[in-house]
């Protein structure tokens, strides 16, 4: 099978994903093999690359996983051959431990991540326990649902660890993949959302879907702010985004890794008054079930731009340079 593999840490700019041929994998015990129609392009596989989270090497990335199940391994019982099936960040958890009994099995110290602990979608096939899958609703196209499975799924996850609730002021800082999918969602649940991103592209998009105000990270927001998200690769969006926070307010700051440092908080004035700061490390299966029924009643139909496989180095090096508007999606050779 054709696959883009990284075989070591690289700066995107060098393009270290290499177009080569791989032998089509096996589904063990309770395993489906999936043919992938498509792989969306997340910015944690940039994390991964340029090392600031190690993945397993050789790894082939990829975690926004639309496909068909192509053959059934040994003791699965849940799907069908050609079953259509979305694969996301989660890839196991031990089921056993503490987290994973109290429906916290995104903390669970066994955790593996797709495209970063077991091989992912950057390929034409790949393998998945049939717990791990999840069917797709009809309305949404296989490019539509791929980002839904990661930007849309972690998106659904930050707002549930926001504790917002209907008719409060929501700030986004940055307006990237999953932040175009989270507003549409806190719109639908009537919040107020202001949008903070330094790209006027992302401001007018932001516009359209409905944010009520859209400025720089800089910007005062005419208003202080109930809860507020940072999707933002970079450290100072945590004090701006704490200082528009209003007595009693929660950041979530939804990246795995930022590029750099935190600077200083000042406790008085950013964190004082009982502000909280949360950040949302991997999701749960319940994340992904929960959150595509709420997508098709919405519904979310999510901005994309399909890119062939081969073109994966381009694509993420745009993406680093925030050039992507809304989800890139890799489509597989036929
Ligand atoms: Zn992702
Ligand atoms: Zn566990």
Redo the contacts with the bound molecule.
Sequence with gaps: MKAMILNSISPIEKEPLKWVDLRVPSPGLKEILVKVSVCGV???ELDEIEGRLLPKLPIVLG??IVGRVEKLGPGTKKFSLRDRIGIA?INSACGKCHFCLEGNENLCLEYKGTGCHANGGYAEYTVISEDFAYPIPDRFSDSEAAPLL??GA?GYRDLILSGIKKGQTLGLFGFGASAHIVIQVAKYWGCEIFVFTRSEEHRNLAKKLGAVWAGGPEDEPPEKLRCAIDFTPVGETVPKALRVLEKGGRLVVAVIRKRNPIPPLDYAQLLWDEKEIKSVANITRRDAQEFFPLAAEIPIIPEIQEFKLEEANKVLLLLKQGKIQGAGVLIMPD
């Design positions: 997340c910015h944690t975690h926004e960040w990661c930007a972690i």
